[in-house]
């Protein structure tokens, strides 16, 4: 493709764009993976949910647990401890994908045990931010949309973490060093 033609009519944004292609490349390989656990984080949440609804011990245990707490309702605690079911094995997913392919450079694609603890600990902030928002939309909307809105909520949150915590370029390291966190 030409890009003179397009530099004429952009003159001013066309560098910017260019300085943030590598940014843009990476949000955009962060949001398909994104999509492709989310459908993973999804599903785990659903089955749980309802497999903690569908238990009549389940239920009486956060009934329970509810009253002791005086922190919500059972259906509460419920959607809060499904939530977090999909959101372990959800994360686990992402690092590897995201260690493989949206930070390769920075990881050097290994897996580490150390930036797998880096990673989900960054992913606690989204997880709040995701479990917050879901049983705060879940109050007056129906499950479904409320699972959305917190994902949504907990892209931007992930994204913002992983870029510029977990896999950000640490100085003095090669590549592949750059998300052993020993620099």
Known sequence: MDT???EGLFPRAVPVVQ???????????????????TVVDASVFFVAL???????????????????????????LML???NLMGWVV???GSYVLNSTFTFAE???????????????????????????T??????????????ACAILVSFVVNFTMSH???FRKRRGCTPGEAGSGTA
């Open 4 to 6: 003179s033609r397009i």
């Open 19 to 37: 300085r943030r292609a590598g940014m843009i490349r990476k949000a955009a390989s962060f949001a398909v993976i994104g999509v492709v656990n």
């Open 50 to 76: 309802m497999g903690l609804q569908s238990a009549g011990a389940s239920v009486r245990a956060f009934e329970t647990a509810a009253g002791l707490c005086g922190c919500g309702d059972a259906d509460d």
């Open 80 to 82: 809060i401890a499904a």
């Open 90 to 92: 959800g994360v686990t």
């Open 106 to 132: 920075e990881s050097g694609r290994t897996l580490r045990l150390r930036d797998y603890g880096a990673f989900a600990a960054s992913g606690v902030l989204g997880a709040i931010a995701n479990t917050a």
């Open 134 to 147: 879901l049983v705060l939309v879940a109050q007056v909307m129906p499950v479904w949309f409320a699972k």
């Open 164 to 166: 510029f915590v977990v």
